[in-house]
């Protein structure tokens, strides 16, 4: 960026600051859904070996779960959050 540049963008330096702050936050709260699919996803597959579920519910239930990770990957895709640079 040049010294001109810089300058006449300057007063619009706070609103980039929380243009970046929302990104990063946005970004934190998808991984931590991201975690918590997956954790539900182990879960799931413990009470499936432990027999607390039957097949048909694990399968079901996977069903759903996977379902929810592909709709994550697809906003994060669309919405540049996982870009650098925002």
Do not use: K, S, W
Not at 12 to 33: D, F, K, S, Y
Not at 48 to 77: C, K, N, S, V
Request: charge should be negative; charged fraction near 30%; proline fraction near 3%.
């Amino acid at each position: 960026m040049g010294l001109l540049t810089g300058l006449v963008t300057l007063p619009l330096a706070p609103v980039r600051g929380v243009h970046r702050t929302l990104v990063e936050l946005l970004a934190a709260a998808e991984r931590e859904q991201r975690a918590a699919i997956q954790r539900d996803l182990a879960d799931l597959e413990a009470a499936l070996l432990a027999g607390e579920i039957t097949p048909e519910e694990f399968d079901e239930r996977e069903d759903e779960l996977l379902d929810e990770l592909a709709e994550l990957d697809a906003a994060t895709q669309g919405d540049g959050i996982n870009q650098t640079g925002g």
